[in-house]
């Protein structure tokens, strides 16, 4: 029997929904801006099956893919589990075989894999289209390769067999200029291994450069950044070890005592070529953008004083302080000339906490840009708790566009019983200017207990939403999300 009466969390709009859907053509507020033809692919997670712990980390879910197609002015939307060999087991056995994240000491006998940890899997994080293909992405596995049509699962990649790492980031980048795919896998050779191997692959899907490296401690390294000379990666106090795990535990907590490392190499250098700077305990968990200007690298990211995530413990014991729980947009300065170990921070928005899922204009990926997207809860906005309930505690109820050069800002209000997940940005057209486009994501509807993809218009957010895409029922959280056009999918006349 299925149970969740364990998880108070999970329960209202934030139950398992466990089922896949296809909505054919959607119901739409407003009118979708012409040309816009493609998909919003978006990759998150559903508990098929209660968790063992009740107090797991929601990384552990189930992964489930998602996408609303849209062509010429009309939209459906698709949604499929991640069937992973990990979901499959479970389903035959109609129970939850697996322990707690990214732990395989804690799963039932048989299904460990403690040599193979990536069939532990969920798929659960992100999605990347190259070189023909449609991935999934979760970072204790390499790549899933789905149908864009179907959404169904085909399997593992490992880009022509070039690919060596066990494991893929979430976030890789494609330099905008050449189409060529820049990644990264860290614990690249297992379990709490100190290996983070580093990639160059080609827009056809062959590895052209490799780099293996040991990081300053065994970290997690989920999102990083790249300039066009230079690629940056962030080492900080999410720890784990193998005691850690064979102790039972979840894969990381948090290890306040221990510094900030920032690696920064020539993008087709070396690992003799690495360079640590060291600063004060920070969570980098996502970045905006950076640039290699003269001897200077300069990083931006919502950055985190202290733990995000209230259910990876501390080391040491303490209680989680939200506090230092929130982001803030932040610049590191790092001298390249400087035999100095140190850098320089700043924070470019003042006194205005963001949600970490930051977005830019990828048509400026690497080099110099100015404008941010991120999520954020804008106090001065109404929030309507009669008919949206007691939500109120996850209530992110705007979108901001961040002028990264002079800390000002703009937004989209979804509305009083919205909250939003993470936005993605769309160009008007090829040629436009930075920023001008359109601003997507899905919005939590409360008070109607469905899912609504918005789509408003950088020109003028304050006006709401041009379009939105109706769901008649929640769809499952997401991680992230990404917007292909329908060259980059192969659909066509799909």
Not at 199 to 208: C, F, H, L, T
Not at 339 to 359: F, N, Q, T
Request: glycine share 10%; hydrophobic share 35%; net charge neutral.
């Amino acid at each position: 029997m299925v149970d969740y009466s364990g998880m108070p969390a999970m329960r209202g709009f934030f139950a398992p929904q466990r089922f896949e859907a296809d909505v054919f053509d959607c119901e739409v507020e407003g009118t979708i801006p012409p040309g816009l033809n493609g998909a919003f692919v978006r990759v998150g997670s559903d508990w098929n099956y209660p968790p063992k712990h009740a107090d797991d980390a929601p990384f552990n879910q189930d992964g489930y893919i998602s996408m609303f197609r849209i062509k010429d002015g009309r939209a459906s939307y698709k949604g499929r589990w991640v069937k992973t060999p990990r979901f499959l087991n479970c389903h035959k056995a109609g129970r939850q075989l697996y322990g707690y994240y990214r732990n395989p000491f804690d799963n039932e006998p048989g299904f460990q894999n403690i040599d193979k940890p990536w069939l532990n899997t969920v798929m659960n994080t992100a999605v990347l289209a190259h070189a023909g293909k449609l991935l999934v992405l979760k970072e204790d596995s390499r790549p899933y390769a789905v149908d864009p049509v179907t959404l169904e699962t085909q399997g593992l990649w490992d880009f022509h067999g070039g690919y060596k790492s066990q494991t893929f980031t979430a976030h890789p980048k494609i330099d905008p200029r050449n189409g060529d795919l820049l990644t990264y896998g860290f614990e690249a050779t297992g379990l709490a291994s100190d290996d983070l191997f580093y990639y160059v692959i080609d827009a056809k899907g062959r590895v052209k450069h490799e780099v293996r490296l040991k990081v300053p401690y065994v970290s997690m390294i989920h999102d990083w950044a790249v300039t066009e000379s230079h690629v940056i990666f962030p080492v900080f106090p999410y720890c784990t070890s193998m005691a850690q795990l064979q102790a039972g535990q979840t894969h990381w907590k948090w290890d306040g005592a221990r510094p900030t490392y920032i690696g920064i190499m020539p993008r087709y250098g070396s690992a003799r070529d690495i360079r640590w700077f060291k600063g004060p305990a920070r969570a980098i968990v996502h970045t905006f953008n950076a640039r290699t200007v003269g001897d200077k690298v300069i990083l931006e990211a919502p950055t985190f004083e202290g733990n995000p995530f209230p259910f990876f413990p501390a080391q040491d014991g303490a209680k989680w302080d939200p506090a230092k729980g929130r982001a803030m947009i932040r610049r590191m300065t790092f001298d390249l000339a400087s035999k100095d170990d140190s850098y320089a921070e700043e924070i470019i928005v003042p006194g205005l906490p963001v949600v970490d899922l930051a977005r830019i204009d990828d048509r400026y990926a690497g080099r110099d840009n100015r404008y941010g997207f991120a999520p954020f809860r804008d106090e001065s906005k109404p929030f309507d708790a009669a008919r949206a309930g007691q939500a109120n505690g996850r209530i992110t109820n705007s979108y901001g566009m961040f002028d990264l050069k002079d800390g000002t800002w703009r937004s989209f209000f979804a509305g009083p019983v919205h909250s939003l997940q993470e936005p993605e940005f769309i160009p008007r057209s090829s040629d436009a200017p930075e920023g001008d486009g359109w601003l997507i994501g899905v919005a939590n509807n409360y008070a109607e207990n469905r899912s609504e993809m918005i789509i408003a218009d950088t020109r003028d957010l304050a006006a709401g939403a041009v379009a939105r895409i109706i769901l008649p029922f929640r769809s499952n959280v997401q991680v992230h999300g990404r917007w292909f056009g329908d060259h980059q999918l192969g659909l066509g006349g799909a």
